[in-house]
């Protein structure tokens, strides 16, 4: 019986030996506070300096001059850079283009419009005003029927009086029965050959030459009118004898 309590003791031993060695070991060497130390602490409310440090002056400091850097490989244009300058261009010699043929166009039918008014306004100025009584469409259809009998009256002459025939029939017959109108077209064409002073020149010398013409045939016609009717006077003034004498 006594042997048993010797051994417990000799187990509990070491354990207890354990124990000891590792407090030891564990043991703090310094004093752990639960709140920091009083001399270590801060007032809440620190003493403000007397003198207000004054506010730092601004700097005025120039702008840098910008350096051109050298150009890089990175600042050669893109393929895209590439493709919208030449859209840009492309798009630009249409609208160049279409903008000359828009303006030849309307400048065409101004001048077209231009054409057509001044023919219009000719062609009215020709006709014969109402106070004149005349009217063209009688006296053209009569115009028209004298050229023709000249035509045919001349069809076995040669090239010459064929030609010139109908012409002056017609130029007589106008002359003749639209007055006012041929008036008005001899107006007309003078104004043209004045613009060409060489054939203006030929016109006025033709028209002397016929106007003599016409004047000197006149004054013959008168003259031999004149000589017939004297002739025929005697000739009755002899027959009148004959007959008295008879009877």
């Known amino acids: 019986m006594s042997f048993r309590p010797m051994l417990q ?7 207890a030996a354990t124990l000891l060695a590792g ?13 920091e130390p009083q001399d270590a602490k801060k007032p809440i409310y620190d003493d403000f300096p007397t003198e207000i440090p004054a506010a730092p002056k601004p700097v005025l400091r120039s702008a840098p001059t910008p350096v051109s850097a050298p150009l890089s490989s990175s600042s050669s244009p893109t ?15 249409l609208y160049q283009n279409s903008l000359a043929v828009e303006t030849c166009f309307n400048n065409f039918l101004s001048r077209a419009l231009h054409i057509e008014n001044a023919f219009t306004n000719t062609v009215a100025s020709l006709a014969p005003s ?27 002459r040669g090239v010459l009086l064929r030609t010139a025939s109908p012409l002056a029939l017609g130029t007589v017959a106008a002359w003749t029965l639209l007055p006012v109108t041929m008036r008005n ?6 104004e043209y050959e004045k613009r060409v002073p060489a054939i203006a ?9 016929a106007e003599h013409l016409w004047y000197t045939g ?7 009118r004149a000589m017939m009717e004297e002739k025929i006077g005697d000739a009755r003034k002899k027959l009148e004898e004959v007959v008295s004498k008879g009877h």
């Open 130 to 156: 109402p106070e004149s009584g005349e009217r063209l469409l009688p006296g053209g259809v009569y115009v028209v029927v004298a050229a023709m009998a000249g035509s045919i009256v001349a069809r076995n």
């Open 79 to 93: 393929p895209t850079d590439i493709l919208t300058a030449q859209v840009r261009q492309a798009r630009l010699f």
């Open 185 to 190: 077209v001899s107006d007309l064409v003078w």
């Open 218 to 224: 006149v004054a013959h016609s008168g003259m031999a």
């Open 9 to 15: 003791q000799r187990a509990v031993a070491p354990i």
């Open 23 to 35: 407090g030891i070991t564990l043991y703090p060497r310094r004093t752990a506070f639960a709140e």
């Open 201 to 209: 020149d030929t016109h006025l010398q033709v028209r002397g030459q």
